[in-house]
């Protein structure tokens, strides 16, 4: 509502349509199929998922027939997608990770002696570009065929520039362990994949239900964590893109009693606990990536799981420089102030700055179905108080041009103060979840970064663009457009004095907002962003006291950004 509330439009926005079984979402993706400028959702469900496609004026349409996606209603648990452009061609593809059959699961499963069946086969949609897929697993050697996938990620994990394929697989005690596609596009021009699993060190035998890229230790090298029931896994990156686990080593967690399948997380209780979506991201702005947990025990679901913690709650874990302690006593209050934990059966969660104060926010949701009947939704409003000493940060949006616009895969390096801060725009991962597509980089005392070099995708000619920018001032939101004619952009850190010199008034703004500067004899920029990055005034002038016309933009938070002789500044303001 452009308020810092929200409201719940699913009924007048989404067709209501009446299938021969109910159906029970369980996550999806939200990315642009057809490039017509709106994204678009795909929901993976148990029974038939549906892909809703945006009609540009709030509605969605149920276009799964339309493009030639698969349409079951029976018979299908979809639990996780993940989308990108794998092939360069300019448009979204996606991978649906899909589970068992549950009815079989209830009776059959046992803990320690396999299972009866094999899961169902994964789903793999290369997107045609005319508004339609084709469903190509089999062929592309990426279906699971003997796995029980509960999560995709497509994630470039060797910087080459191409997007490959994580799937990680349930029951991998038994059946078959995570995978690691490899996609050759940029070694041989076809999009293709191998596994390389085994050659990284990533065949692990879990229980997976959640993988969340990061580079904790910030040696530009994207490492892992994997969640699951009983031990985790955290896979630090060799610098060869061979991967160690090194969770025993790196998290300090609470105290379990012998004999129990130890990860060192368990808080309340003698059992193992089960872990879902691990979300990273730098709370505390210090340079450091911090972790939350997503913690549900599985009663219910089936009578081996029955003695499976039933107080668990999310942890909350701080990088204190390259470990990890647990500081979840301390994370939470509620609106009064009071202490909490988050003991609910969890399963996904997410990261966004929804009030783009330059503080990561997080989602938290458990997960309703036909067997599992809790559920329940938080909305975690980060408020790390600001010290005498302020811990400054970075956001990036990115839109790319040889590739579909979300440019998934698009590493960003950010210099400060001699460290590197790498991020990756992906998707999936997480049980049901996607983050937001916003990289957040906390500097600390740093009011300005060096440098930032944006590696985009390549296309499916392997041409890849790199952008470099420097000199590039703290505490603001960027939006970056791939400027495939490669060169460097340099901008001068604002100084103290400039920033004290330049007055927006009135805030709130109703139809005019009047910015008093200095000097007017220097021509100036003045670009307004809303605050999911896109521009929504340009306006040139040099004079010292100039008026914007914001009538025509709608009530909420913007940044204003003036440029002036290579000086940027940012000031913030509401519209009313």
């Given at each position: 509502m452009?308020?810092?509330?929200f409201?719940?439009?699913?009924?007048?926005?989404f067709?209501?349509?009446?299938?021969?079984?109910?159906i029970?979402?369980?996550?999806?993706?939200?990315f642009?199929?057809?490039?017509?400028?709106?994204?678009?959702i795909?929901?993976c469900c148990e029974?038939?998922d549906?892909?809703?496609?945006?009609?540009?004026?709030?509605?969605?349409?149920?276009r799964t027939?339309l493009?030639?996606?698969?349409f079951?209603?029976?018979?299908?648990?979809s639990?996780?997608?993940?989308?990108?452009d794998f092939?360069g061609d300019g448009?979204?593809d996606?991978?649906?990770?899909?589970?068992?059959?549950?009815?079989?699961?209830?009776?059959?499963g046992?803990?320690?002696?396999?299972?009866?069946?094999k899961?169902?086969?994964?789903?793999?949609?290369?997107?045609?570009?005319?508004?339609t897929?084709t469903?190509?697993a089999?062929e592309?050697k990426v279906?699971?065929?003997?796995g029980?996938?509960n999560?995709?990620?497509?994630?470039?994990?060797?910087?080459?520039?191409?997007?490959d394929?994580?799937?990680?697989?349930?029951?991998?005690?038994d059946?078959?362990p995570n995978?690691?596609?490899?996609?050759?596009?940029?070694?041989?021009?076809e999009a293709?994949?191998?596994?390389?699993?085994?050659?990284?060190?990533?065949?692990a035998?879990?229980?997976?239900?959640g993988?969340?890229?990061?580079d904790y230790n910030?040696d530009?090298?994207f490492?892992?964590y994997?969640?699951?029931i009983g031990?985790e896994?955290?896979?630090?990156?060799n610098?060869d893109n061979?991967?160690?686990?090194?969770?025993?080593?790196?998290v300090?967690?609470?105290?379990l009693?012998?004999?129990v399948?130890?990860?060192?997380y368990e808080?309340?209780?003698s059992?193992?606990?089960t872990?879902?979506?691990?979300?990273?991201?730098?709370?505390?702005?210090?340079?450091?990536?911090?972790?939350?947990?997503?913690h549900?025990?599985e009663?219910?679901?089936?009578?081996?799981?029955?003695?499976?913690?039933?107080?668990d709650?999310?942890?909350f874990?701080r990088?204190?420089?390259?470990?990890?302690?647990d500081?979840?006593?301390y994370?939470?209050?509620?609106?009064?102030g009071?202490?909490?934990?988050?003991?609910?059966g969890?399963?996904g969660?997410?990261?966004i700055?929804?009030?783009?104060d330059?503080?990561?926010?997080?989602?938290?949701?458990?997960l309703?179905?036909?067997?599992l009947?809790?559920?329940?939704?938080?909305l975690?409003?980060?408020?790390?108080?600001d010290?005498?000493?302020?811990s400054h940060?970075?956001?990036?949006?990115f839109?790319?041009?040889r590739?579909?616009k979300?440019?998934?895969?698009?590493?960003?390096?950010?210099?400060?103060g001699?460290?590197?801060?790498?991020r990756?725009?992906?998707?999936?991962?997480?049980?049901?979840?996607?983050?937001s597509?916003?990289q957040?980089?906390?500097l600390?005392e740093?009011?300005?970064a060096?440098?930032?070099i944006?590696y985009?995708?390549?296309d499916?000619?392997?041409?890849?663009?790199?952008?470099k920018?420097?000199?590039?001032?703290?505490d603001?939101?960027?939006?970056y457009?791939?400027?495939?004619?490669?060169k460097?952009?340099?901008?001068?850190?604002?100084?103290?004095?400039?920033?004290?010199q330049?007055?927006?008034?009135?805030?709130?703004?109703?139809?005019?907002?009047?910015?008093?500067?200095?000097?007017?004899?220097?021509?100036?920029?003045?670009?307004i962003?809303?605050?999911l990055?896109?521009?929504?005034?340009?306006?040139?002038?040099?004079e010292?006291?100039?008026?914007?016309s914001?009538?025509n933009?709608?009530?909420g938070?913007?940044v204003l950004?003036?440029?002036?002789a290579?000086?940027?500044?940012?000031?913030r303001?509401?519209?009313?």
């Amino acid at each position: 509502m452009h308020d810092g509330t929200f409201k719940n439009v699913a009924t007048s926005s989404f067709a209501i349509h009446s299938p021969d079984r109910r159906i029970f979402p369980r996550g999806g993706s939200a990315f642009d199929y057809d490039n017509d400028g709106f994204p678009d959702i795909y929901v993976c469900c148990e029974n038939r998922d549906i892909l809703w496609h945006n009609n540009g004026d709030g509605t969605f349409t149920d276009r799964t027939r339309l493009a030639n996606l698969n349409f079951p209603l029976a018979q299908n648990e979809s639990n996780s997608s993940s989308f990108g452009d794998f092939n360069g061609d300019g448009y979204n593809d996606f991978y649906v990770s899909r589970w068992i059959e549950e009815s079989k699961f209830l009776t059959t499963g046992t803990s320690d002696t396999g299972y009866a069946h094999k899961g169902f086969p994964n789903w793999f949609y290369v997107n045609n570009g005319n508004g339609t897929f084709t469903e190509r697993a089999v062929e592309f050697k990426v279906d699971g065929d003997t796995g029980t996938s509960n999560i995709a990620l497509f994630f470039d994990y060797d910087r080459d520039g191409d997007l490959d394929l994580f799937v990680g697989n349930d029951f991998g005690v038994d059946l078959t362990p995570n995978q690691v596609f490899k996609n050759l596009l940029m070694e041989t021009g076809e999009a293709k994949f191998v596994d390389v699993t085994k050659e990284l060190g990533l065949a692990a035998h879990v229980f997976c239900m959640g993988i969340a890229p990061n580079d904790y230790n910030r040696d530009g090298n994207f490492d892992f964590y994997e969640t699951s029931i009983g031990p985790e896994r955290f896979f630090k990156n060799n610098g060869d893109n061979t991967f160690t686990d090194v969770i025993s080593k790196i998290v300090q967690g609470g105290n379990l009693p012998p004999g129990v399948g130890s990860n060192g997380y368990e808080r309340h209780g003698s059992y193992m606990t089960t872990t879902w979506t691990p979300v990273f991201g730098d709370f505390d702005n210090n340079g450091w990536e911090d972790a939350m947990i997503v913690h549900g025990y599985e009663g219910g679901i089936s009578p081996w799981l029955a003695n499976q913690n039933r107080s668990d709650t999310s942890i909350f874990f701080r990088n204190i420089g390259n470990f990890f302690e647990d500081f979840t006593d301390y994370a939470l209050i509620d609106r009064f102030g009071k202490k909490m934990t988050l003991d609910i059966g969890g399963r996904g969660g997410a990261y966004i700055d929804y009030n783009h104060d330059g503080k990561i926010d997080l989602c938290f949701a458990s997960l309703g179905t036909s067997g599992l009947t809790t559920h329940d939704f938080r909305l975690l409003k980060n408020i790390t108080p600001d010290t005498e000493i302020p811990s400054h940060w970075l956001e990036m949006r990115f839109t790319a041009v040889r590739t579909a616009k979300e440019g998934i895969g698009t590493i960003v390096d950010v210099w400060a103060g001699g460290i590197r801060h790498s991020r990756q725009v992906s998707t999936g991962g997480g049980f049901g979840s996607q983050n937001s597509l916003m990289q957040h980089v906390g500097l600390g005392e740093l009011s300005m970064a060096d440098s930032i070099i944006v590696y985009w995708p390549c296309d499916k000619h392997r041409n890849r663009t790199i952008n470099k920018y420097f000199n590039i001032a703290a505490d603001q939101i960027i939006h970056y457009t791939e400027d495939t004619v490669i060169k460097s952009v340099v901008h001068s850190a604002p100084t103290a004095q400039s920033k004290e010199q330049i007055k927006i008034y009135p805030s709130p703004a109703r139809n005019i907002l009047n910015v008093n500067t200095s000097d007017a004899s220097v021509s100036k920029r003045f670009e307004i962003y809303d605050m999911l990055g896109i521009r929504q005034i340009d306006e040139k002038c040099n004079e010292s006291t100039f008026s914007l016309s914001v009538s025509n933009l709608k009530p909420g938070c913007y940044v204003l950004r003036i440029t002036s002789a290579g000086n940027i500044v940012t000031k913030r303001f509401v519209k009313e």
